[in-house]
């Protein structure tokens, strides 16, 4: 699987323009943004809540589910893309459809997130305003490469049928 999933990661790097030293700024990014991640998590589920979508967690282990939400984001900022690759795979395709939560949920889901790393970037007053625009196109890259991915993993399901 190696193999093929370095090629695919390739190709959508290319398709993104996403080059070694945006990925290098990305784990930049991830150091100044990691210590609000915690509070921007835990709004996301509130925010579920509020669209009363929290039937889908009924049965989950919230607190669980965070770190490993957390973790995931930590390996995509990272740039851990063969790691968050095979989560695509192994793991969050399985628990979303398992639950039924469907790729529009999840796009819209990839939105909120954008839009409050966005937010906290933005508001940062130690970057200067060409970093700050820097670093808002290598997190809409970084984004953009994991719903490809996310949506590509689903187009195996489709083809495996
Ligand atoms: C950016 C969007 C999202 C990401 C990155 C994400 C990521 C994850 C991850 C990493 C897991 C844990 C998989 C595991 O290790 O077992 C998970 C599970 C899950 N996610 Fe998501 N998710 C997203 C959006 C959503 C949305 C919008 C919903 C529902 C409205 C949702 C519902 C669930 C449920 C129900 C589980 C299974 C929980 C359990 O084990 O009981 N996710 N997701």
């Not at 954008?114 to 700050?132: K, N, Q, V």
Request: with cysteine; glycine share 4%; proline share 1%.
């Amino acid at each position: 699987m190696s193999d093929s999933t370095d090629y695919r990661i390739e190709r959508y790097k290319r398709l993104l323009d996403l080059s070694d030293s945006e990925i290098a700024s990305s784990r930049a990014i991830w150091k100044l943004i990691e210590p609000h991640m915690g509070v921007i998590i835990e709004k996301f589920y509130n925010h579920l809540a509020r669209c009363g979508l929290m039937g889908y967690f009924d049965q989950t282990d919230l607190p669980k589910l965070k770190l490993r939400q957390l973790e995931y984001w930590r390996n995509l900022f990272n740039g851990e893309f063969r790691t968050t690759h095979s989560a695509h795979i192994r793991k969050i395709r399985i628990a979303h459809l398992s639950k039924n939560v469907g790729l529009a949920e999840y796009i819209a889901a990839y939105y909120w997130f954008a839009r409050e790393i966005f937010s906290e970037i933005g508001g940062l007053e130690e970057l200067s305003s060409t970093r700050i625009n820097e670093y808002l196109r290598v997190v809409s890259k970084i984004m953009f490469l994991d719903m490809i991915v996310a949506v590509s993993v689903q187009d195996d399901a489709i083809v495996d049928i």
